[in-house]
């Protein structure tokens, strides 16, 4: 067949298990060798991969509509994602304005010490994940402020920032307000709380957990001089706003969380709101100085090249290039499902495996896997969970073990994937290499492992009919 010639109406071909496996092997082989061995940008080693999946459906078949039909079905999915990451792009460059994100980091360098400040920073982000119901947003408002108080005090800051991914996906994860949250209890069909209830078994274990290292890691801390503190301090002070008044952005953030207002809409309003704040505290400022803050993000002048290189971010311009990596990433995964790629070996998977601790296995893995190759953690979701629902059902199993995993293994673990949504918006956001937050982001490991083990001691506790009748009925 001519790559280019335009193939007449015939039936498109079907991948089987081994050949769909050795292209995953081929694509990871791609991405493996560039990312990490030769330490390339993912965005490059993305398009390469990308073409050469496209290249290979044509010649194996698919018309090139299909293959055009499958990029977009994949940038469809991720419209969300892409319109958030401006959004909060936007959101850190108005908090910094309005003087929201100095202020968390002036009292911030008050409460807490150096000895006790990585367990503090995780059960902060924690509690603010819960209360908002967005790692996303935890990250980029608590995370930029908790990055900056880490590096005064002389923390690594590829640990501050796993520390602050660890606490804001714990508390996504248990947040009845949480999209991914709510996803996998309806794909499951059971109540939210129902699911969240069944997430304490694995969740809660996994957070005491982490709380213990992150202690041991910071008694282990150095000492830091309280100058550097107090200069920085007195640079907050002088450079911003600094005022209870505020935190208002922060407040208003988490009561729309509450009204369960989505998030695109929460984040535009809680941007506008900053600036309108900033500028009601200096009047003098232009719209036009406002409107290039949002575009090209805050630059900060207060003479201290510390605050100024922690402090001169945000703005639409700044998530461009993560934008770039994630269209890629969304392309690749989308082709991976209309050749049915992924379909095929989730599909062998399924019906091979009918005992309680291989089949929590294979949807761990199964979920883990779309998150590396799809990028996208609600996809990371739905197909393991449209996937082995049946199977749950046919062992008897309680269909919240099924959504405990999808949330452990999938939504959590979107965190530590360099090129996935989560993973290109962290290191966008804290402006950090994902391979030096990655190894310090115990959670997503720790709870992925617990909701394997337990998995291993599930029993049938159901006649394998129930769940039929009652979806039936």
């Not at 749950?392 to 994937?417: E, P, S």
């Amino acid at each position: 067949m001519s790559l280019f010639k335009k193939s007449a109406n015939r039936p498109e071909p079907v991948f089987s298990f081994g050949e769909s496996l050795a292209v995953l092997v081929v694509i990871l082989c791609i991405l493996g060798y560039l990312i990490i061995v030769r330490k390339q940008e993912p965005q490059a080693p993305l398009f390469i991969a990308f073409t050469f999946l496209a290249i290979y459906g044509r010649l194996r078949g698919f018309s090139w509509d299909t293959v055009m039909d499958g990029m977009r079905s994949g940038l469809r999915a991720g419209v969300d994602p892409l319109v958030i990451f401006l959004s909060i792009g936007v959101l850190i460059a108005t908090w910094i304005f309005s003087g929201t994100i100095p202020t968390i980091m002036y009292f911030g360098f008050k409460i807490i010490s150096v000895k006790f400040f990585l367990p503090t920073v995780f059960i902060v982000c924690t509690l603010v994940g819960v209360a908002c119901g967005s790692s996303f947003t935890t990250v980029s408002t608590m995370g930029i402020a908790f990055i900056g108080i880490g590096a005064t005090l002389k923390i690594n800051p590829g640990l501050t920032a796993g520390v602050i991914v660890s606490g804001a996906f714990c508390g996504s994860n248990i947040s009845p307000l949480s999209g991914t949250t709510n996803l996998a209890a309806s794909v499951g069909k059971i109540s939210i709380y129902e699911h969240i209830k069944a997430l304490m078994i694995t969740d809660i274990p996994a957070w005491a957990i982490c709380v213990v290292l992150y202690t041991m890691l910071g008694l282990n801390s150095k000492k830091v001089s309280l100058t550097a503190v107090h200069q920085m301090m007195h640079g907050l002070a002088n450079g911003f706003w600094i005022s209870g008044w505020a935190m208002l952005p922060v407040v208003l953030l988490i009561v729309l969380a509450i009204l369960q207002v989505p998030a695109i809409p929460s984040l535009g309003l809680g941007s506008l709101f900053a600036a309108a704040l900033g500028w009601i505290h200096a009047p003098a400022t232009s719209i036009s100085t406002i409107t290039k803050t949002i575009m090209m993000g805050y630059v900060s002048h207060t003479g201290d090249k510390t605050i100024d290189t922690l402090l001169s971010k945000g703005g639409i311009a700044s998530m461009l290039t993560s934008l770039a990596l994630i269209i890629f990433a969304l392309a690749l995964g989308g082709l991976l499902i209309k050749f049915n790629i992924i379909g095929a070996i989730i599909d062998h998977l399924s019906k091979s495996i009918m005992t309680p601790g291989r089949l929590t296995t294979a949807v761990a893995v199964t979920c883990i896997g779309v998150n590396v190759l799809v990028g996208e953690h609600y996809l990371a979701i739905i197909l393991p969970g449209q996937s082995f629902l049946k199977s749950f059902d046919q062992l008897g199993l309680k269909r919240k073990y099924l959504t405990r995993i999808l949330n452990d293994a999938g939504a959590a673990v979107n965190a530590i994937i360099p090129w996935s949504v989560s993973g290109v918006f962290i290191a966008g956001a804290l402006q950090i290499d994902p391979l030096k937050f990655i190894p310090w982001a115990f959670f997503p490991f720790l709870v992925t492992i617990l909701a394997i083990i337990t998995g291993a001691f599930l029993k049938p506790t159901e006649k394998p009919a129930a769940h039929t009748e009652a979806a039936a009925a």
